[in-house]
């Protein structure tokens, strides 16, 4: 803009590249002066024994980092926020990863926390001499001796990462360090290069390869649906039964199997849940058996320097993995240090032996050990890459006579044949009392809890045993129980009604515990793989200077996102951002190098505007929810991305998705389009596409719409006319079924006028909006004055409609009877048009069984919502919310013809299109149209005996109890009643 000048700004530490970390650094050593004089005008110093000394604190220490700077304001010192070789005096840790040790200088002096305590105690400063730790790293000896080697590898490091010089004093070397976990991550075709923080560009890559919580998520997935997948091969069926006759003529039974019975009446269930034991540290050495008796752990850490004897001695931040049951006698657990897993075998005399992750043998061992079990049946439900749960039931009956465990015995063999690995399973009658058979026979056993010994046998189980119990939980109920100690389900029972529980832990999770604690599990296998959410979480290396770095990563994210939603086969309507930030209070490195530490989490959620697998969407919709947070990119420490609300992209030509199933949305493909041309003699009313000529009858254009509209409206309020049955097929059906079809036909669904009202205003309105759309200025002229400014209102009035539509073709528009018109009326173009023969009922109006809720809701709204008036009779237009749709369709017969299709197509529901189905009905319900959701339940029900389709009776009925409910609730505990 002409006039404005640029403003010249002086250089205050922003200017330049490192500006910004300059006067940070600067802010927070002022904010250490600020401190040290209100401590000063508020107490007197209580000594100056450290005038002169600066520390930097890194690492866990005791006391923690803010204590020890408050213990410098008090007695003289400088705390520095920031590592700086020129500012710092000594630098104070208890512990350092093995990779900051290397990179430790001489004369960098690291001394432990307890130097400053002693000194307090003493109130003198003490020699370091005694507190300092890596002393045959750090100490200075004269010259220092030159090592060309190490100075060209480091040359070779700083060129590949395009780090500032490391001599730089400014710069933090101990933050540019690589911990123990993150060295092993070496990115491929490249022996110098590693990936030390999120912003290398191969780091997110390099990561995801060498994660073992990526390796456990993405095996899941491919796991559920392999399994969904071998369901649709026919050869695979073949393959199955084949290798159960060749088993059936090398089972030797013994007097065990005759005597086992299995009540298939009473539909008793065998499930097996069966489970690889040490699973990384059994593919480790499957090849090495000797190694086995050995104390293993599975860890990036290859062990080596971990630890010393003398005072120097530091743990490993490394995690172990995994680790086997020789070490686990040692007190040595999933997830720990392992310097502190070091620590404990040595006290023991025993040394830990670390292995690496073998990604290439998980995979192959674990395709055998599914493979294995799938070649007898493929009633199982994946859990991960070795944990899955079998329904042996129909498997039993078909080798029958035979114990269950006949069985298992012989498949584990045949497992460890194949994998060279053992596994362990339990078996129950439900899934819950499986899983807690399998802990019980671990290692490398089998268990059957047989019928008659669930209780005895859940009794003895631990509360922590049972799935999804934590020490949160626990601590609950020990707050309501202060005598007693809880630590089994016996007590659980014994202690707690329905009602406590409820009360101490809410509605749900209180009916969840009370039932697993008795054993009770009424889950069946999951056969279709249905994801409920898709996500990648990044909580390792995340270390930012800029949002353009920030920016550049979650690019990265949303492509590996991109690919995971592309394996899974859905796309997502909903996308969620959750952010960790560095807390207030704690120190800029955790304990764990690069991990996250203590951090404040934040999230935020945005409707897409649909569905969508687009990593470009996906990088500019979690861009701009990430401006919406308020923090310093700094401190961000962990960051992940969540599609929710999916949708599954797979279909084929016969609108089938990959479980042979056809869902909602694709039945609607089949509708019977609407047609163009209706002859008046048709009975049946069936609608055609292309009509046969001799059966064309040509009819003037708003004509033809009303009729072919009415006969279709009917269609929406009745399930068959008498037409459109087939006899020679109902007299084959069977006599029960025959009988109900042919009282149903005498007594059809009762119709509503409200809702015939309704729609035959629609059909009304829709035909005199075609002659306004249509007619002739020439035309108009001619009529006369009276009716042209009748017709140049209705105009106007569809202007005003246009602005405030109607939803879904219903409007209130009062319809008077032709009897009732005044001749000045009758003169009238709009009530003439409104008030034809065409539009007056055709079926006589009958009662409903839930006309008196819907009459009252109805004259309720009529009463309350807003209208437009008019001086003249077509005065009412409301503007009211959507009708209710499912895949797109609105109407009665369309809803029905849907239906009909995905009944008749599918042998078992899709539990996804289960949900849509009752969420459209209570939808429905609120919009008050609620005989709309009568007819569907009867229709379908009836459809449901027509074909026999009893896999759905189970799925339906938990339906029809969630619509009941809510009906209930709206209609003062009112059914309806569908007999």
């Given at each position: 803009?002409?006039?404005?000048?640029?403003?010249?700004?002086?250089?205050?530490?922003?200017?330049?590249?490192?500006?910004?970390?300059?006067?940070?650094?600067?802010?927070?050593?002022?904010?250490?002066?600020?401190?040290?004089?209100?401590?000063?005008?508020?107490?007197?110093?209580?000594?100056?024994?450290?005038?002169?000394?600066?520390?930097?604190?890194?690492?866990?220490?005791?006391?923690?980092?803010?204590?020890?700077?408050?213990?410098?304001?008090?007695?003289?010192?400088?705390?520095?926020?920031?590592?700086?070789?020129?500012?710092?005096?000594?630098?104070?840790?208890?512990?350092?990863?093995?990779?900051?040790?290397?990179?430790?200088?001489?004369?960098?002096?690291?001394?432990?926390?307890?130097?400053?305590?002693?000194?307090?105690?003493?109130?003198?400063?003490?020699?370091?001499?005694?507190?300092?730790?890596?002393?045959?790293?750090?100490?200075?000896?004269?010259?220092?001796?030159?090592?060309?080697?190490?100075?060209?590898?480091?040359?070779?490091?700083?060129?590949?990462?395009?780090?500032?010089?490391?001599?730089?004093?400014?710069?933090?070397?101990?933050?540019?360090?690589?911990?123990?976990?993150?060295?092993?991550?070496?990115?491929?075709?490249?022996?110098?290069?590693?990936?030390?923080?999120?912003?290398?560009?191969?780091?997110?890559?390099?990561?995801?390869?060498?994660?073992?919580?990526?390796?456990?998520?993405?095996?899941?997935?491919?796991?559920?649906?392999?399994?969904?997948?071998?369901?649709?091969?026919?050869?695979?069926?073949?393959?199955?039964?084949?290798?159960?006759?060749?088993?059936?003529?090398?089972?030797?039974?013994?007097?065990?199997?005759?005597?086992?019975?299995?009540?298939?009446?009473?539909?008793?269930?065998?499930?097996?849940?069966?489970?690889?034991?040490?699973?990384?540290?059994?593919?480790?050495?499957?090849?090495?058996?000797?190694?086995?008796?050995?104390?293993?752990?599975?860890?990036?850490?290859?062990?080596?320097?971990?630890?010393?004897?003398?005072?120097?001695?530091?743990?490993?931040?490394?995690?172990?993995?995994?680790?086997?049951?020789?070490?686990?006698?040692?007190?040595?657990?999933?997830?720990?240090?392992?310097?502190?897993?070091?620590?404990?075998?040595r006290n023991h005399q025993a040394k830990l032996l670390c292995l690496p992750y073998d990604y290439e043998g998980f995979h192959i061992?674990?395709?055998?050990?599914?493979?294995?079990?799938?070649?007898?049946?493929?009633?199982?439900?994946?859990?991960?890459?070795?944990?899955?749960?079998?329904?042996?039931?129909?498997?039993?009956?078909?080798?029958?006579?035979?114990?269950?465990?006949?069985?298992?015995?012989?498949?584990?063999?045949?497992?460890?044949?194949?994998?060279?690995?053992?596994?362990?399973?339990?078996?129950?009658?439900?899934?819950?009392?499986?899983?807690?058979?399998?802990?019980?026979?671990?290692?490398?056993?089998?268990?059957?809890?047989?019928?008659?010994?669930?209780?005895?046998?859940?009794?003895?189980?631990?509360?922590?045993?049972?799935?999804?119990?934590?020490?949160?939980?626990?601590?609950?109920?020990?707050?309501?129980?202060?005598?007693?100690?809880?630590?089994?389900?016996?007590?659980?029972?014994?202690?707690?009604?329905?009602?406590?529980?409820?009360?101490?832990?809410?509605?749900?999770?209180?009916?969840?515990?009370?039932?697993?604690?008795?054993?009770?599990?009424?889950?069946?296998?999951?056969?279709?793989?249905?994801?409920?959410?898709?996500?990648?979480?990044?909580?390792?290396?995340?270390?930012?200077?800029?949002?353009?770095?920030?920016?550049?990563?979650?690019?990265?994210?949303?492509?590996?996102?991109?690919?995971?939603?592309?394996?899974?086969?859905?796309?997502?309507?909903?996308?969620?951002?959750?952010?960790?930030?560095?807390?207030?209070?704690?120190?800029?490195?955790?304990?764990?190098?690069?991990?996250?530490?203590?951090?404040?989490?934040?999230?935020?959620?945005?409707?897409?505007?649909?569905?969508?697998?687009?990593?470009?969407?996906?990088?500019?919709?979690?861009?701009?929810?990430?401006?919406?947070?308020?923090?310093?990119?700094?401190?961000?420490?962990?960051?992940?991305?969540?599609?929710?609300?999916l949708q599954s992209t797979i279909k084929n030509i016969h609108g089938k998705d990959v479980n042979g199933t056809r869902t909602l949305?694709?039945?609607?493909?089949?509708?019977?389009?609407?047609?163009?041309?209706?002859?008046?003699?048709?009975?049946?009313?069936?609608?055609?596409?292309?009509?046969?000529?001799?059966?064309?009858?040509?009819?003037?254009?708003?004509?033809?719409?009303?009729?072919?509209?009415?006969?279709?409206?009917?269609?929406?309020?009745?399930?068959?006319?008498?037409?459109?049955?087939?006899?020679?097929?109902?007299?084959?059906?069977?006599?029960?079924?025959?009988?109900?079809?042919?009282?149903?036909?005498?007594?059809?669904?009762?119709?509503?006028?409200?809702?015939?009202?309704?729609?035959?205003?629609?059909?009304?309105?829709?035909?005199?909006?075609?002659?306004?759309?249509?007619?002739?200025?020439?035309?108009?002229?001619?009529?006369?004055?009276?009716?042209?400014?009748?017709?140049?209102?209705?105009?106007?009035?569809?202007?005003?409609?246009?602005?405030?539509?109607?939803?879904?073709?219903?409007?209130?528009?009062?319809?008077?009877?032709?009897?009732?018109?005044?001749?000045?009326?009758?003169?009238?173009?709009?009530?003439?048009?409104?008030?034809?023969?065409?539009?007056?009922?055709?079926?006589?109006?009958?009662?409903?069984?839930?006309?008196?809720?819907?009459?009252?809701?109805?004259?309720?709204?009529?009463?309350?919502?807003?209208?437009?008036?008019?001086?003249?009779?077509?005065?009412?237009?409301?503007?009211?919310?959507?009708?209710?749709?499912?895949?797109?369709?609105?109407?009665?017969?369309?809803?029905?013809?849907?239906?009909?299709?995905?009944?008749?197509?599918?042998?078992?529901?899709?539990?996804?299109?289960?949900?849509?189905?009752?969420?459209?009905?209570?939808?429905?319900?609120?919009?008050?149209?609620?005989?709309?959701?009568?007819?569907?339940?009867?229709?379908?029900?009836?459809?449901?005996?027509?074909?026999?389709?009893?896999?759905?009776?189970?799925?339906?009925?938990?339906?029809?109890?969630?619509?009941?409910?809510?009906?209930?609730?709206?209609?003062?505990?009112?059914?309806?009643?569908?007999?």
């Amino acid at each position: 803009m002409a006039g404005r000048t640029s403003v010249q700004r002086g250089d205050n530490g922003w200017g330049e590249w490192g500006g910004y970390m300059a006067a940070k650094k600067r802010k927070l050593e002022e904010q250490f002066d600020k401190d040290c004089m209100k401590n000063a005008q508020q107490h007197e110093r209580k000594s100056n024994i450290f005038h002169g000394i600066s520390i930097f604190v890194d690492g866990h220490t005791e006391p923690p980092a803010d204590e020890l700077k408050k213990l410098m304001i008090e007695h003289g010192g400088v705390y520095h926020a920031y590592y700086s070789k020129d500012k710092v005096t000594y630098f104070i840790s208890n512990n350092l990863p093995y990779a900051k040790i290397r990179k430790l200088k001489p004369n960098d002096k690291v001394v432990r926390s307890q130097w400053i305590i002693d000194c307090i105690k003493q109130n003198k400063l003490l020699p370091t001499h005694d507190y300092e730790m890596y002393k045959d790293i750090t100490k200075s000896r004269g010259q220092t001796e030159l090592n060309f080697k190490r100075i060209e590898s480091m040359k070779t490091v700083t060129a590949d990462f395009n780090v500032p010089n490391s001599d730089d004093e400014e710069n933090n070397s101990f933050e540019q360090a690589s911990s123990s976990e993150t060295e092993e991550i070496q990115v491929e075709n490249d022996d110098h290069l590693s990936a030390l923080d999120a912003k290398h560009p191969k780091f997110l890559e390099t990561f995801l390869k060498r994660s073992r919580l990526h390796y456990l998520s993405s095996t899941a997935v491919a796991k559920k649906v392999y399994v969904q997948d071998l369901r649709q091969k026919n050869e695979h069926h073949l393959s199955i039964e084949k290798q159960r006759e060749e088993l059936k003529t090398k089972l030797q039974r013994t007097e065990r199997d005759y005597l086992f019975k299995l009540n298939d009446e009473k539909k008793d269930k065998i499930y097996m849940h069966i489970d690889m034991d040490c699973f990384f540290v059994s593919v480790a050495t499957r090849n090495q058996p000797e190694l086995r008796d050995q104390p293993i752990a599975i860890t990036h850490s290859k062990g080596k320097k971990s630890t010393t004897s003398n005072e120097n001695q530091f743990y490993s931040r490394s995690e172990i993995s995994s680790c086997n049951y020789a070490a686990r006698q040692y007190g040595v657990r999933n997830g720990m240090y392992l310097g502190k897993a070091q620590e404990l075998c040595r006290n023991h005399q025993a040394k830990l032996l670390c292995l690496p992750y073998d990604y290439e043998g998980f995979h192959i061992v674990s395709d055998l050990f599914y493979n294995t079990v799938l070649s007898y049946t493929l009633d199982v439900e994946a859990v991960s890459c070795d944990e899955m749960y079998v329904d042996l039931t129909e498997l039993i009956l078909y080798l029958k006579p035979l114990h269950p465990l006949t069985f298992v015995s012989l498949l584990r063999e045949e497992i460890q044949l194949n994998t060279k690995c053992p596994c362990s399973a339990g078996l129950a009658s439900n899934m819950l009392l499986a899983r807690l058979a399998t802990r019980q026979a671990k290692p490398n056993g089998q268990i059957y809890i047989e019928k008659g010994y669930e209780q005895e046998f859940i009794l003895k189980q631990k509360i922590l045993d049972l799935p999804g119990i934590g020490l949160s939980l626990l601590d609950k109920l020990q707050q309501n129980c202060s005598h007693y100690t809880i630590e089994t389900c016996k007590q659980i029972q014994n202690l707690f009604s329905l009602e406590q529980l409820k009360t101490i832990l809410g509605k749900k999770q209180g009916q969840t515990i009370y039932d697993i604690s008795r054993g009770i599990d009424m889950r069946i296998l999951s056969k279709d793989y249905l994801p409920k959410s898709i996500s990648i979480d990044i909580n390792y290396g995340i270390r930012f200077q800029t949002f353009d770095e920030l920016t550049l990563f979650i690019k990265q994210l949303s492509l590996e996102l991109y690919k995971r939603l592309k394996q899974a086969k859905q796309k997502g309507k909903q996308l969620t951002i959750k952010i960790r930030v560095r807390s207030s209070n704690a120190p800029i490195e955790p304990e764990k190098f690069m991990g996250c530490g203590r951090t404040d989490d934040s999230s935020r959620l945005i409707n897409l505007h649909s569905y969508t697998d687009d990593p470009t969407i996906i990088e500019l919709e979690t861009i701009k929810l990430l401006k919406q947070f308020h923090f310093i990119v700094a401190d961000l420490r962990g960051i992940g991305i969540t599609i929710t609300q999916l949708q599954s992209t797979i279909k084929n030509i016969h609108g089938k998705d990959v479980n042979g199933t056809r869902t909602l949305f694709e039945c609607n493909q089949f509708r019977v389009s609407k047609p163009t041309i209706s002859n008046d003699n048709d009975d049946n009313n069936q609608d055609v596409d292309q009509p046969s000529e001799s059966s064309v009858t040509r009819k003037r254009p708003m004509q033809q719409e009303q009729t072919t509209t009415i006969a279709r409206k009917l269609t929406r309020h009745i399930c068959y006319t008498p037409g459109q049955i087939d006899h020679e097929v109902m007299n084959e059906l069977p006599t029960q079924i025959r009988q109900e079809l042919e009282e149903y036909l005498k007594n059809p669904p009762a119709l509503l006028e409200s809702n015939l009202d309704s729609e035959q205003n629609t059909i009304a309105e829709k035909s005199f909006s075609q002659v306004m759309d249509h007619i002739d200025e020439s035309v108009l002229n001619e009529l006369p004055l009276e009716m042209r400014r009748e017709i140049t209102i209705a105009k106007k009035l569809r202007k005003i409609e246009s602005k405030y539509p109607p939803v879904g073709g219903k409007r209130l528009v009062p319809i008077t009877n032709p009897s009732n018109l005044t001749t000045k009326d009758k003169n009238n173009a709009f009530n003439v048009l409104m008030n034809s023969p065409q539009k007056q009922p055709i079926i006589k109006k009958t009662s409903n069984p839930i006309k008196k809720w819907r009459t009252e809701t109805m004259l309720h709204e009529e009463i309350n919502n807003p209208i437009i008036r008019n001086e003249q009779n077509f005065n009412q237009y409301e503007k009211i919310k959507q009708q209710p749709s499912i895949a797109s369709c609105t109407s009665l017969s369309d809803v029905k013809l849907m239906l009909r299709e995905w009944i008749e197509s599918n042998d078992e529901p899709n539990q996804i299109d289960i949900d849509i189905f009752q969420n459209y009905l209570i939808d429905l319900l609120n919009f008050h149209n609620a005989e709309m959701v009568y007819q569907l339940l009867i229709y379908s029900l009836l459809q449901l005996k027509i074909v026999t389709k009893t896999n759905w009776n189970e799925k339906f009925q938990i339906l029809i109890n969630a619509v009941q409910k809510h009906f209930g609730q709206m209609y003062g505990g009112a059914t309806m009643d569908l007999s």
